[in-house]
T-cell receptor, first 113, second 111 residues
Framework: DVKVTQSSRYLVKRTGEKVFLECVQDMDHENMFWYRQDPGLGLRLIYFSYDVKMKEKGDIPEGYSVSREKKERFSLILESASTNQTSMYLC????????????FGQGTRLTVV | QKEVEQNSGPLSVPEGAIASLNCTYSDRVSQSFFWYRQYSGKSPELIMSIYSNGDKEDGRFTAQLNKASQYVSLLIRDSQPSDSATYLCAAANFGNEKLTFGTGTRLTIIP
């Protein structure tokens, strides 16, 4: 079974803090994704990585950055957290090379106060 | 216009009946389609993928794809209370590894 693990289930951070969300997958997948999920807006792609050190902006990259130094790990960074970044953050991975099925981590519920 | 559209529901179906979930997509180059189930407070779980026109069956689930009409559906036979969840439809284009998700349909199975 594919396992995608996010470092925290719940986080509470203060406005202006730098926040790191970590994600690790154990199936040697090429692609990794960060989404946020908000009521009524569905899943929105923040960033995507298709290889180590490679990244591509998704639909809502503003206020976020990412890092992929190792194939199995994909980090999402909130440079200066704001209250409108309070959300559920979901990491996913897919095999790549045409196999597009994405598998999700358990999610991180981030609250910025 | 959203690229992948779903009726948000809620959709209520009696236990034992067939639940029918629908999804339309706007991008004609979309080639791969996926259905995810998401329980409240949990992350999405892949339940079906479909790539060709027609039906694909897996247990109580049947995915249907009609590329001419740009329409994907998921049928759940013999609905169970444990099927109560939000169902997300997703599409991907050839050569693009990203999935585009609909906003989901909330399904409630009534005992």
């Amino acid at each position: 079974d594919v396992k995608v693990t996010q470092s925290s289930r719940y986080l509470v951070k203060r406005t202006g803090e730098k926040v790191f969300l970590e994600c690790v997958q154990d199936m040697d997948h090429e692609n990794m994704f960060w989404y946020r999920q908000d009521p009524g807006l569905g899943l929105r792609l923040i960033y995507f990585s298709y290889d180590v050190k490679m990244k591509e902006k998704g639909d809502i990259p503003e206020g976020y950055s990412v890092s992929r130094e190792k194939k199995e790990r994909f980090s999402l960074i909130l440079e200066s957290a704001s209250t409108n970044q309070t959300s559920m953050y979901l990491c996913a991975s897919s095999l790549g090379t045409g196999a597009k099925e994405a598998f999700f981590g358990q999610g991180t519920r981030l609250t910025v106060v | 216009q959203k690229e992948v559209e779903q009726n948000s529901g809620p959709l209520s179906v009696p236990e034992g009946a067939i639940a029918s979930l629908n999804c339309t997509y706007s991008d004609r180059v979309s080639q791969s389609f996926f259905w995810y189930r998401q329980y409240s407070g949990k992350s999405p779980e892949l339940i079906m993928s479909i790539y060709s026109n027609g039906d694909k069956e897996d247990g109580r689930f049947t995915a249907q794809l009609n590329k001419a009409s740009q329409y994907v559906s998921l049928l759940i036979r013999d609905s169970q209370p444990s099927d109560s969840a939000t169902y997300l439809c997703a599409a991907a284009n050839f050569g693009n590894e990203k999935l585009t998700f609909g906003t989901g349909t909330r399904l409630t199975i009534i005992p």
